[in-house]
């Protein structure tokens, strides 16, 4: 089955400067690769999602990358802000497959004012 | 619009009781995932409706168990609780023919005493 890892599982910036968490995955048939955020006592809210027939896509100050061929995808988070601070978890699935996703163990992000 | 609703916030229990635990999905969804997110771990899948179908379960014993109803809310049944079982569980629902786009509740936070 799939496995998704994450890294770093913690990440400390100054504000303004850029994030980058990576995630790696093992199954070629996954498709879709999700990002959520969770913020202390939230449930993960999706903050941008990539399909795997598309390399790169950008949200304002979001961004993500896949390299279907490396199997990783990466999110970058530019101009970070206090707010940016939470856990990140990515996430990797088959669309129309299983419908499950698995997830990365998380990355707890730290935008120091 | 509202969100994923999860219901009780907060479930306290002892060994070997029971536990009941409720989603209901945002207006127009008709699947649910429920996961559970144990202290320092990622999300781990636990079950899959869809329109009242159990369609894919994850790893775990069958005393994880489930239904969903004709409203496509849900709930999660924990039998025979075990200490291991306190977590947080999390609901998502997504809509028809949307694969894996999930979108995920609060919460319930399950303490096992």
């Known amino acids: 089955g799939e496995n998704v890892e994450q890294h770093p599982s913690t990440l400390s910036v100054q504000e303004g400067d850029s994030a980058v968490i990576k995630c790696t995955y093992s199954?070629?048939?996954?498709?879709?690769f999700p990002w959520y955020k969770q913020e202390l006592g939230k449930g993960p809210q999706l903050i941008i999602d990539?399909?795997?027939?598309?390399g790169e896509k950008k949200d304002q100050r979001i961004a993500v990358t896949l390299n279907k061929t490396a199997k990783h995808f990466s999110l970058h988070i530019t101009e970070t802000q206090p707010e940016d601070s939470a856990v990140y978890f990515c996430?990797?699935?088959?669309?129309?497959?299983?419908?499950?996703?698995?997830f990365g163990k998380g990355t707890k992000l730290t935008v120091n004012p | 619009e509202a969100g994923v609703t999860q219901s009780p916030t907060h479930l306290i229990k002892t060994r070997g009781q029971q536990a009941t635990l409720r989603c209901s999905p945002i207006?127009?969804?008709?699947?649910v995932y429920w996961y559970q997110q144990a202290l320092g771990l990622g999300l781990q899948f636990l079950l899959w409706?869809?329109?009242?179908?159990?369609?894919n379960r994850g790893n775990f014993p069958p005393r994880f168990s489930g239904r969903q109803f004709p409203n496509y809310s849900s709930e999660l049944n924990v039998n025979a609780l075990e200490l291991e079982d306190s977590a947080l569980y999390l609901c998502a629902s997504s809509p028809p023919g949307w694969g894996n786009i999930q979108y995920f509740g609060a919460g319930t936070r399950l303490s096992v005493l």
């Open positions: 199954d070629s048939a996954s498709n879709y």
């Open positions: 996430a990797g699935g088959a669309e129309g497959g299983s419908e499950k996703l698995v």
């Open positions: 409706y869809d329109e009242g179908e159990e369609r």
């Open positions: 207006s127009g969804h008709t699947s």
């Open positions: 990539i399909r795997s027939n598309v």
